[in-house]
């Protein structure tokens, strides 16, 4: 009988239960998708939240080193058009200086510069350099652009013995030329890199009054 009476109250439970989610059945499933859509909006928020906090913090600290990295100053002087000191990028040379200085003044000794001036070398952050006018009496200061990389501008290379960082140091001669030009030794002139084709006529002229053969 206590039996019959448990199955009869859960029978009815079970009925009112049905019912209940039968009349209210549209209500559930929306609050169901509201809870579950507001669970995942929270947890998207709070990812994103830390993901931009790492970001920012990564960012901040590349600009900051760049900005400390990727830049020089140097100093031009003498016949150009305007002289003064010039923020550039690191790697700059020594022409894209002249240029930034508004190029050569009508004063200046184009053929002192064509003999003394190296335009491809890089230039050093804190360089200094100084561009002779015609007339002017030259004094060995050390202002060269040579000099300022640490290279006399009156000495001159020994192809037939410098070391292969020797000739990388010419204009226009990189690791592969100067490896030709030292497996072509000896040399009796130095005509002799352009007669046997070990650098082309461009690249003879720029270096042909930086290097000898003793």
Do not use: C
């Amino acid at each position: 009988m206590g039996y019959d009476d448990k199955g009869g109250e859960n029978a009815s439970l079970e009925e009112k239960i049905s019912k209940i989610a039968s009349e209210y059945k549209i209500p559930i499933i929306l609050g169901v998708v509201g809870t579950i859509f507001i669970v995942t909006s929270v947890l998207l928020l709070t990812k994103k939240s830390k993901s931009s906090g790492v970001q920012f913090v990564e960012n901040e600290s590349s600009v900051s080193a760049g900005a400390s990295s990727s830049s020089i100053e140097a100093d031009i002087q003498g016949a150009v058009i305007n002289p003064g000191v010039y923020e550039m990028d690191l790697g700059s040379r020594v022409g894209d200086l002249i240029v930034l200085a508004g190029g050569l003044s009508s004063s200046a000794d184009r053929e002192w510069i064509a003999k003394n001036i190296n335009q491809a070398a890089r230039l050093p952050d804190g360089a200094k350099l100084y561009i002779h006018s015609v007339g002017e009496p030259i004094v060995d200061s050390g202002n060269g652009a040579d000099d300022i990389l640490g290279i006399s501008s009156d000495s001159v290379i020994n192809i037939n013995s410098a070391s292969e960082s020797e000739l990388d140091t010419l204009p226009g001669i990189g690791p592969v030329t100067s490896q030709k030009i030292i497996a072509g030794r000896p040399y009796q002139t130095i005509e002799e890199l352009k007669e046997r084709k070990i650098v082309g006529q461009a690249t003879y002229e720029k270096i042909k009054d930086l290097i000898a053969v003793y």
